[in-house]
């Protein structure tokens, strides 16, 4: 395939028209300009007949034939052969027709008597198209081939880490049936903690599968959810002395799926494992806002790195994070998770206007007034 579009000798065109004259003509011409692959009928009926068992890359349509009119012709071929391109002809061109040409999106329209270089220049610009568009799809064909590989690849690496998992729990059982020594009930907790972040990243990579594809969203109890990952955190993580202080006077419903629990997990977690202080504390806001029209609720997270997921919440790709300010990646694909959640629920994340501290984060989520 050349710069300029396939070779002229490959493309194959039906040419459609009632005057067996006149397909005399074009075939004598094209072939003379290199285009050797023709087939010329009559009819509208003898066209379709044929597209249904062959492929041709250009049909030269006759606007006027005896049993159709060309364009409803054009739109029947689009149902059989969706990739065909279009030359329509005329020997009665007016602006109606010229305009109807346009809106159906046919790549050439000739009005005859057509001289031999307007043909051949017109068959040649519609090459050029068909040739963009085979590589177009070449192209989503290899992105596709690629994101098979990706898949394989992130399917390899979760089991391998769930293997690597299965083994630390393995090991452990066996220290603590040896009564285990203060050294040794060191090395039980490091085990844990690297059990815990191989569960989380392996969690997140299998979130990030779905998130695009999750979007029915109905009524969640905002309180509730954080209840619930509160408690489960406070019994996983009794050493990062933790607490979090929020108003639970009242449900607070938002639009969400089950991507919320995991969403608010994801967000607690960012404060535990980058919060420089020993004693963690979060404290969390609740605010109703307004925005393009649109009712709001708004959390406002206090106690947390918050300024490394404000910088992140555009990147579209989790290679992309960047490491926070304790020198450590963010673990887990964290805010790259965070922020897809939040997008699937058009949700907004902003570092609240005039702060000075990397320790408050904003959040919005779409508010439910009613249950």
Same mark, same amino acid.
């Given at each position: 395939?050349?710069?300029?579009?396939?070779?002229?000798?490959?493309?194959?065109i039906?040419?459609?028209?009632?005057?067996?004259d006149? /397909?005399?003509?074009?075939e004598?011409v094209?072939?003379?300009n290199n285009?050797?692959?023709?087939?010329?009928v009559?009819?509208g009926e &003898?066209?379709?007949?044929?597209?249904?068992?062959?492929?041709?890359?250009?049909?030269?349509?006759?606007?006027n034939?005896?049993?159709?009119?060309?364009?409803?012709?054009?739109?029947? $071929? /689009?149902?059989?052969?969706?990739?065909?391109?279009?030359?329509?002809i005329?020997?009665?061109?007016?602006?109606?027709?010229?305009?109807?040409s346009?809106?159906f999106e046919?790549?050439?329209?000739?009005?005859?008597?057509?001289?031999?270089?307007?043909?051949?220049?017109?068959?040649?610009?519609?090459?050029?198209?068909?040739?963009?568009?085979? *590589?177009?799809?070449? $192209?989503?064909?290899d992105?596709?081939?690629?994101?098979?590989?990706? /898949?394989f690849?992130?399917?390899?690496?979760?089991?391998n880490?769930?293997?690597?998992?299965?083994?630390?729990?393995?090991?452990?059982? *066996?220290?603590?049936?040896?009564?285990?020594?203060?050294?040794?009930?060191?090395?039980?907790?490091?085990?844990?903690?690297?059990?815990?972040?191989?569960?989380?990243?392996?969690?997140?990579?299998?979130?990030?599968?779905?998130?695009?594809?999750? *979007?029915q969203?109905?009524?969640?109890?905002?309180?509730?959810?954080?209840? +619930?990952?509160?408690?489960?955190?406070?019994?996983?993580?009794?050493?990062?002395?933790?607490?979090?202080i929020?108003?639970?006077?009242?449900?607070?419903?938002?639009?969400?799926?089950?991507?919320?629990?995991?969403?608010i +997990?994801?967000?607690?977690?960012?404060?535990?494992?980058?919060?420089?202080?020993?004693?963690?504390k979060?404290?969390? =806001?609740?605010?109703?806002?307004?925005?393009?029209?649109? =009712?709001?609720?708004?959390?406002?997270?206090?106690?947390?790195?918050?300024?490394f997921?404000?910088?992140?919440?555009?990147?579209i790709?989790?290679?992309?994070?960047?490491?926070?300010?304790?020198?450590?990646?963010? *673990?887990?694909?964290?805010?790259?998770?965070?922020?897809?959640?939040?997008?699937?629920?058009?949700?907004?994340?902003?570092?609240? &206007?005039g702060?000075?501290?990397?320790?408050?984060?904003?959040?919005?989520l779409?508010?439910?007034?009613?249950?």
């Open positions: 395939m050349s710069s300029n579009g396939a070779n002229r000798a490959e493309i194959k039906l040419i459609i028209d009632d005057d067996a006149i /397909r005399d003509v074009f004598e094209l072939k003379r285009f050797t692959n023709i087939c010329g009559g009819t &003898e066209a379709k007949k044929i597209i249904a068992e062959e492929t041709f890359h250009i049909a030269m349509i006759d606007l034939l005896p049993d159709i009119y060309g364009m409803d012709l054009v739109s029947q $071929f /689009r149902t059989i052969s969706p990739d065909i391109e279009f030359i329509i005329t020997g009665f061109g007016t602006i109606d027709s010229a305009i109807k346009m809106q046919v790549a050439g329209y000739l009005e005859k008597p057509v001289s031999s270089n307007k043909l051949i220049s017109t068959l040649d610009e519609v090459n050029r198209k068909i040739s963009l568009k085979l *590589q177009n799809q070449k $192209f989503l064909k992105i596709e081939i690629a994101n098979n590989e990706i /898949r690849l992130s399917d390899l690496l979760i089991n880490v769930d293997e690597l998992n299965q083994s630390l729990l393995l090991t452990m059982v *066996q220290i603590e049936k040896l009564n285990p020594s203060s050294e040794q009930t060191k090395v039980l907790q490091l085990f844990q903690e690297s059990i815990r972040k191989n569960a989380r990243l392996t969690r997140n990579i299998r979130k990030c599968e779905t998130i695009k594809t999750d *979007q969203l109905e009524s969640k109890d905002l309180n509730a959810t954080i209840s +619930s990952v509160l408690n489960r955190l406070k019994e996983d993580y009794i050493n990062k002395n933790f607490e979090c929020c108003d639970y006077s009242k449900p607070k419903y938002v639009y969400a799926n089950n991507n919320l629990t995991h969403l +997990s994801e967000i607690l977690l960012l404060a535990l494992f980058n919060s420089p202080s020993p004693r963690i979060i404290k969390i =806001d609740f605010d109703e806002v307004e925005f393009n029209g649109k =009712d709001y609720w708004k959390l406002t997270f206090n106690s947390f790195q918050a300024k997921v404000y910088e992140q919440k555009d990147v790709h989790s290679s992309e994070l960047k490491a926070s300010t304790t020198k450590q990646s963010f *673990q887990g694909l964290g805010p790259y998770v965070v922020n897809e959640i939040l997008r699937s629920y058009n949700g907004l994340v902003s570092i609240p &206007e702060s000075t501290s990397n320790n408050i984060l904003e959040i919005s779409l508010k439910v007034t009613e249950k």
